[in-house]
Nanobody
Framework: QVQLVESGGGLVQAGGSLRLSCEAS????????MGWFRQGPGKEREFVAA????????NYEDSVKGRFTISRDNAKTTMYLQMNSLKPEDTALYYC?????????????????WGQGTQVTVSS
């Protein structure tokens, strides 16, 4: 069982930056691959980025490549999403998720545990 708590969301102007954190409970954090997803107003929940247990493999949705960076610190049982050059279309509720698979990747159904989300709002 893993409990996930996101933080770091907020209101930022276009072009600005935010750093999201996802803190996991339990000592087995390093056994899980992790991911970030987001759900904008009136939209389906979509994939943003994923990372394997070691941090050696990452994957990004095309629209965030070069702007967002996913990372993790297993000693702190925390995953991060550094978001730079934010755009109004990045506005969404951002969720972190944990997968017992080697690499959950972009597939929502591969993730077993989800956080409650943190709101990111980017003004133009």
């Amino acid at each position: 069982q893993v409990q996930l708590v996101e933080s770091g969301g907020g209101l930022v102007q276009a072009g600005g930056s935010l750093r999201l954190s996802c803190e996991a409970s339990g000592r087995t954090f390093s056994r899980y691959s992790m991911g970030w997803f987001r759900q904008g107003p009136g939209k389906e929940r979509e994939f943003v980025a994923a990372i394997d247990w070691s941090g050696g493999i990452t994957n990004y949705e095309d629209s965030v490549k070069g702007r967002f960076t996913i990372s993790r610190d297993n000693a702190k049982t925390t995953m991060y999403l550094q978001m730079n050059s934010l755009k109004p279309e990045d506005t969404a509720l951002y969720y972190c998720a944990a997968s017992s698979m080697y690499f959950g990747g972009s597939y929502r159904q591969r993730y077993d545990y989800w956080g409650q989300g943190t709101q990111v709002t980017v003004s133009s």
